[in-house]
């Protein structure tokens, strides 16, 4: 009788079983670490933002964009339309489209506030449940940042 090279029957179940467990075990780890991706490029990009605008501070006396709102989407939409380019122009600073992340700058006489949220507040950023974080900067370069 001549041997077959080959897998029996129970083999093959068994390594479907293992990769179904591995399968069942990998999918909510993804997601827990595409929520630190997102919330550790949220901050990052907070960070740089606030450094920003204590430079244009330094240089203008006053904040960016003064007595104006500026937002981005994930999409590229802004308001105003041109937003993406005052921004880049102004602070110096790249702000990246198409990362599932919102950005708003708005500004007054006395102080800046830079906030950064999940496209349209739709999934958490952080482990605390939190959608977006926002840093706020004053006249005398105090930073906070919740």
Partial sequence: ???????????LILIIAILGILSVTAVPLYGTW???A?????????KQLMD???IY???HETFFPQDKVYTVTHAGMSAPADAVDKIQEALKIYI???HKLD???SATATNCTVIISSTQNSFA??????????????????????
């Fill in 103 to 105: 950005f708003t700058i």
């Fill in 34 to 36: 595409m929520q630190r």
């Fill in 1 to 11: 009788m001549e041997k077959r090279a080959g897998y029996t029957l129970t083999e």
């Fill in 96 to 98: 990246p489209v198409g």
């Fill in 125 to 146: 950023l952080f482990a605390n449940g939190d959608t977006f974080i926002r840093g706020d900067l004053d006249t005398t370069g105090k930073v906070v940042i919740f």
């Fill in 57 to 59: 501070f330094l240089e």
């Fill in 52 to 54: 920003a605008e204590v």
């Fill in 38 to 46: 997102h919330g550790t490029e949220a901050t990052f990009i907070l």
